[in-house]
């Protein structure tokens, strides 16, 4: 018993914890933008994304998504952004290949933010 107690023990230390994905804001002179993907692992991916004015009312127009890898030199072509409800747009089934720091560009009309994102 004492030996499946100690196994336990070094399950909970050792076994690998999933990262919950936390949403990713990014401002540009007129826009906030907020970016919140649906999991941090590489692979298929959706995000959800919002976007406001500095006063906090809903942004409108078309938004684009461009996915980019820099470091390996991996750049996906840009995304429309399907919108969901005023100031909300959604964009789904991106394959994001590989693990490591992602760039996702958003652009909407003449705004543009570069988002930071880590995948496992």
Do not use: C
């Not at 406001?52 to 820099?70: C, K, N």
């Not at 100031?87 to 720091?101: C, F, I, K, S, T």
């Amino acid at each position: 018993m004492a030996a499946v107690i100690a196994l336990a023990g070094v399950l909970v230390v050792v076994w690998p914890r999933t990262v919950e994905a936390q949403p990713q804001l990014a401002e540009s002179a007129q826009l906030r933008f907020v970016l919140t993907p649906a999991s941090t692992k590489s692979g298929r991916n959706s995000f959800d994304l919002r976007v406001t004015d500095r006063s906090g009312h809903p942004a409108q127009g078309a938004v684009t998504v461009e996915p980019a890898m820099p470091q390996m030199g991996h750049a996906l072509a840009p995304i429309t952004a399907g919108p969901a409800e005023p100031g909300r747009y959604e964009v789904g089934d991106v394959d994001l290949l590989m693990a490591g720091q992602w760039e996702i560009t958003v652009s909407l009309n003449a705004e543009r933010v570069v988002i930071p994102l880590l995948l496992t």
